[in-house]
């Protein structure tokens, strides 16, 4: 590897080939003379069968892997996993966990995980969890973890340790980690918890503190990027369609019936574009990227009829944040309040949309059944499936290693298949959406055959502004 360039206190190291390495902080670049030890994994018998089980200094993962002859080699991220040599002595180790923001499947797997890791592998101790999110650090009291206490936590959904928004007050947070002689903080939440993670790690730098910080990225809507996806978003896909499958059994019972189901997705429209493609029975689904109108050629109202007349049925699925602009233009003030964790309080869509079908079809003097499912809390509250136990197992994993490892100020994802430490700006910068000029769009609307729902008289700069993400599957 060639020369590391500070940009702001990032860590970037440029080498041949138009390679770029977005690496993460480690304890040596403040601690030169921090001393390290043996990783007690060498004496694992869990590790005793596996050819290498240290990770190289030197590998890395880049973020795309579709590239073309002449293309630079790209950015990269440094690939997660075990080292030799460790930072921390099991028995000098006092580490906490934290859960913060809204529920998710498989929260208490990756709390699971992270004890057991640190417990197994690592032989620590102490480990304590901070009850009730970000606030518990200053305002309520600490839950001590152990192998009994985590046991079976995987069995159910939520979280054992609470969670609450907002109430971080950085000062606070970092006098309890100070106070309490904490020195590995593991933080389990979305992007405003990862933007939360980030600010308390600048404050224990400043303050010179042997304290590492890491981030399992928390997100049911998928909406975190650079990651291939977040731990609970397989679960909410597969919930999601038990809520789609009984809009189809009461949508073909009656005569002209709408079965209209609203998912989770304030910005990303990942949950209901995947539960979609995996249901095969919706004729229609609307998520925030793509715009859509109600009235005139080429509306939704337009292709409800259409569709009811071929079929006698229908089914809709509709993200949260989904035309939201139609609903404050009809309203006489859009609503500007705000929840704890800062995300503008969205007016309810399916509710309001429900409305306006059923007064267009009384207007036409029409027959209508209309069968509104909102599945929201039931989603998050169940326990992670298989595949997302799988994936909060090795996130947690991960995340320990690094930490072990020195390293700080990172969050742990999976990019191209890979775990890799990436940093906490990479998190925080931008939020993932689906891009509706990607073949993954594309194959939904050739699922449903619905129209695109593009005004004519608007420029397609206009229907598609803003950058956007996409998954990696």
Not at 59 to 64: M, R
Not at 165 to 179: A, C, L, P, Y
Not at 190 to 196: C, P, V
Not at 348 to 361: C, N
């Given at each position: 590897?060639?020369?590391?360039?500070?940009?702001?206190?990032?860590?970037?190291?440029?080498?041949?080939?138009?390679?770029?390495?977005?690496?993460?902080?480690?304890?040596?670049?403040?601690?030169?003379?921090?001393?390290?030890?043996?990783?007690?994994?060498?004496?694992?018998?869990?590790?005793?069968?596996?050819?290498?089980?240290?990770?190289?200094?030197?590998?890395?993962?880049?973020?795309?892997?579709?590239?073309?002859?002449?293309?630079?080699?790209?950015?990269?991220?440094?690939?997660?996993?075990?080292?030799?040599?460790?930072?921390?002595?099991?028995?000098?180790?006092?580490?906490?966990?934290?859960?913060?923001?809204?529920?998710?499947?498989?929260?208490?797997?990756?709390?699971?995980?992270?004890?057991?890791?640190?417990?197994?592998?690592?032989?620590?101790?102490?480990?304590?969890?901070?009850?009730?999110?970000?606030?518990?650090?200053?305002?309520?009291?600490?839950?001590?973890?152990?192998?009994?206490?985590?046991?079976?936590?995987?069995?159910?959904?939520?979280?054992?340790?609470?969670?609450?928004?907002?109430?971080?007050?950085?000062?606070?947070?970092?006098?309890?980690?100070?106070?309490?002689?904490?020195?590995?903080?593991?933080?389990?939440?979305?992007?405003?918890?990862?933007?939360?993670?980030?600010?308390?790690?600048?404050?224990?730098?400043?303050?010179?503190?042997?304290?590492?910080?890491?981030?399992?990225?928390?997100?049911?809507?998928?909406?975190?990027?650079?990651?291939?996806?977040?731990?609970?978003?397989?679960?909410?896909?597969?919930?999601?369609?038990?809520?789609?499958?009984?809009?189809?059994?009461?949508?073909?019972?009656?005569?002209?019936?709408?079965?209209l189901v609203k998912l989770m997705g304030r910005y990303s429209g990942f949950i209901a574009m995947y539960a979609?493609?995996?249901?095969?029975?919706?004729?229609?689904?609307?998520?925030?990227?793509?715009?859509?109108?109600?009235?005139?050629?080429?509306?939704?109202?337009?292709?409800?009829?259409?569709?009811?007349?071929?079929?006698?049925?229908?089914?809709?699925?509709?993200?949260?944040?989904?035309?939201?602009?139609?609903?404050?233009?009809?309203?006489?003030?859009?609503?500007?309040?705000?929840?704890?964790?800062?995300?503008?309080?969205?007016?309810?869509?399916?509710?309001?949309?429900?409305?306006?079908?059923?007064?267009?079809?009384?207007?036409?003097?029409?027959?209508?059944?209309?069968?509104?499912?909102?599945?929201?809390?039931?989603?998050?509250?169940?326990?992670?499936?298989?595949?997302?136990?799988?994936?909060?197992?090795?996130?947690?994993?991960?995340?320990?290693?690094?930490?072990?490892?020195?390293?700080?100020?990172?969050?742990?994802?999976?990019?191209?298949?890979?775990?890799?430490?990436?940093?906490?700006?990479?998190?925080?910068?931008?939020?993932?959406?689906?891009?509706?000029?990607?073949?993954?769009?594309?194959?939904?609307?050739?699922?449903?055959?619905?129209?695109?729902?593009?005004?004519?008289?608007?420029?397609?700069?206009?229907?598609?502004?803003?950058?956007?993400?996409?998954?990696?599957?």
């Open positions: 590897m060639a020369s590391s360039v500070s940009n702001s206190d990032r860590k970037i190291v440029n080498g041949p080939a138009g390679y770029v390495l977005e690496d993460v902080p480690h304890f040596s670049d403040y601690f030169p003379d921090h001393p390290t030890y043996p990783n007690p994994l060498q004496d694992n018998a869990a590790y005793s069968v596996v050819k290498q089980y240290f990770v190289d200094e030197d590998d890395t993962v880049p973020q795309k892997i579709v590239v073309h002859p002449d293309s630079p080699r790209g950015t990269h991220f440094r690939r997660a996993g075990p080292r030799q040599r460790v930072y921390f002595e099991s028995d000098d180790v006092l580490a906490c966990i934290v859960t913060c923001g809204g529920l998710c499947p498989g929260l208490n797997t990756v709390i699971r995980e992270i004890v057991c890791g640190l417990s197994y592998m690592y032989g620590v101790k102490r480990i304590l969890g901070i009850d009730g999110g970000y606030r518990g650090f200053y305002a309520r009291n600490v839950i001590h973890l152990d192998l009994k206490t985590v046991n079976d936590i995987h069995r159910s959904g939520g979280t054992i340790l609470g969670t609450s928004r907002g109430g971080h007050d950085t000062t606070k947070i970092v006098d309890s980690i100070q106070d309490r002689g904490i020195n590995q903080v593991y933080i389990i939440g979305g992007d405003g918890s990862q933007k939360g993670a980030a600010v308390i790690f600048d404050e224990i730098r400043r303050r010179g503190l042997k304290v590492a910080v890491a981030g399992i990225p928390k997100t049911i809507d998928n909406d975190i990027p650079i990651i291939d996806r977040s731990f609970g978003f397989d679960t909410a896909v597969e919930e999601a369609q038990r809520a789609i499958n009984a809009a189809h059994v009461e949508a073909t019972s009656f005569e002209n019936c709408i079965g979609t493609l995996a249901s095969r029975d919706v004729d229609c689904c609307l998520i925030p990227e793509s715009p859509f109108f109600l009235e005139g050629p080429g509306g939704l109202f337009e292709f409800i009829e259409k569709r009811l007349k071929e079929n006698g049925h229908m089914v809709i699925v509709i993200a949260e944040g989904a035309g939201q602009d139609l609903l404050s233009e009809s309203a006489e003030q859009s609503t500007t309040l705000k929840d704890a964790s800062g995300n503008k309080l969205l007016q309810d869509i399916g509710l309001w949309i429900s409305q306006r079908i059923k007064d267009h079809f009384t207007k036409k003097k029409m027959t209508l059944n209309l069968k509104y499912i909102d599945p929201t809390y039931m989603i998050r509250a169940v326990p992670g499936n298989a595949s997302d136990n799988v994936c909060c197992t090795l996130l947690a994993q991960s995340a320990v290693h690094g930490v072990m490892a020195g390293y700080n100020g990172f969050t742990v994802g999976l990019v191209n298949g890979r775990h890799t430490y990436i940093p906490f700006y990479r998190i925080t910068e931008k939020q993932n959406k689906v891009v509706i000029t990607d073949r993954m769009w594309a194959r939904l609307l050739s699922s449903t055959n619905q129209p695109s729902f593009m005004r004519h008289d608007k420029s397609d700069s206009n229907q598609l502004a803003g950058e956007a993400g996409t998954m990696k599957w």
